[in-house]
């Protein structure tokens, strides 16, 4: 059976077609002469250049009136994703990511640990997006994080109607007043990430937008970027206070996330360990399988307020 670079090479590289590779059954020279002859097709710098930022740009265009925008691309963020790209193929959703790397911090299980362990019922979302793990009764492991993360990752990009900005920060929300006074979330307010980390040593660098009725906010726990949403909701005089989230107690605090998975002022909806900062509730540590069905939830609850 032709191998895979026999493939490409008689596929794509005139030079090399009609010669057959088998490696073990030719000599190093053999294989070494028929090697100098391989040549990609040829290219020009601005060809490259054009075929990016063309791209981005038309990106950029289509998405500046999104239907929905996921800030955060971590567990929650990415089954959210999922969940609604899936469901409503209708929908035009941007995922804005201030990291480089999509995945937050499911790329470990805990404590720079690989195995990744999710409790019964999340192995019913495993099985969707078709993820292997080894049974243990009441909970599931799957053997390294990475794979839950990338398998996720790969499916959220391969939707036609979903673009992931990524290495792009929310610095601030689009509010609007509706005629009664209420207030209601529009959009994000986005910049590069490596602009955000540098208002305080620049000269005025002023951010970009993007519409969107609705906006899922999954930027986890407290931190650099994290919680990022609340605690504007809560500057804004949007919400009341921050709960602040509390200790951990695994036995609850995954029920608190899913349940707790709602729509705290209209346009925005919260998932996954921001919840636990807008609540006070508990963290649950390194067991993930909330992130996912929250994420599940909020795309549930997303694709309601469009049937309304
Ligand atoms: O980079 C952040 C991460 O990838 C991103 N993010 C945060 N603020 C942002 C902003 N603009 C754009 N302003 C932003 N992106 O959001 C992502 C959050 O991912 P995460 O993995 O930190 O959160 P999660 O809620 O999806 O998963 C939490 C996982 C945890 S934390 C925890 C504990 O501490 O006990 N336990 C679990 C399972």
């Not at 090399?16 to 070494?32: D, F, N």
């Not at 790329?107 to 292997?132: C, H, N, T, Y």
């Not at 959220?156 to 929310?170: D, I, Q, S, Y």
């Amino acid at each position: 059976a032709p191998t895979f670079v026999d493939s490409v090479v008689e596929a794509a590289v005139p030079a090399m077609k009609g010669l057959k590779i088998a490696p073990s059954t030719e000599s190093a020279t053999e294989s070494a002469k028929k090697w100098e002859k391989f040549s990609f097709a040829h290219i020009r710098e601005s060809t490259v250049s054009r075929a990016m930022t063309s791209r981005y740009f038309k990106d950029l265009d289509t998405y500046a009136e999104s239907d929905v925008v996921i800030i955060g691309a971590g567990s929650c963020g990415l089954s959210a994703a999922y969940s609604l790209a899936k469901a409503r193929p209708d929908l035009k959703i941007a995922i804005i990511e201030a990291n480089v790397s999509p995945g937050g911090g499911a790329w470990l299980g805990g404590q720079l640990f690989s195995a990744m362990v999710m409790r019964r019922p999340a192995e019913k979302f495993l099985d969707e997006i078709d993820v292997p793990y080894e049974e243990e009764g009441d909970y599931v492991v799957v053997k390294h994080a990475a794979l839950f993360t990338s398998t996720l990752l790969s499916k959220v990009l391969r939707f036609p109607n979903v673009k992931l900005f990524n290495a792009t920060t929310v610095e601030d929300l689009i509010t609007r007043k509706d005629a009664e006074g209420n207030l209601r979330i529009a959009g994000v307010v986005t910049n590069w990430t490596l602009v955000s980390m540098h208002h305080d040593d620049q000269s005025c660098m002023d951010p970009n937008t993007i519409n969107a009725p609705v906006v899922i906010s999954t930027t986890g726990h407290d931190g650099p970027f994290g919680a990022f949403s609340i605690k504007r909701l809560v500057s804004i005089g949007a919400y009341e206070k921050l709960g602040g989230m509390r200790g951990l107690d695994m036995k609850t605090a995954e029920d608190q996330i899913v349940k707790g998975t709602r729509e705290v002022v209209p346009g925005m909806i919260i998932g996954g360990m921001e919840l636990a900062e807008a609540d006070g509730s508990c963290r649950m540590g390194p067991i993930f399988g909330s992130m996912a069905i929250s994420g599940v939830r909020a795309a549930e609850i997303a694709a309601e307020i469009f049937e309304e």
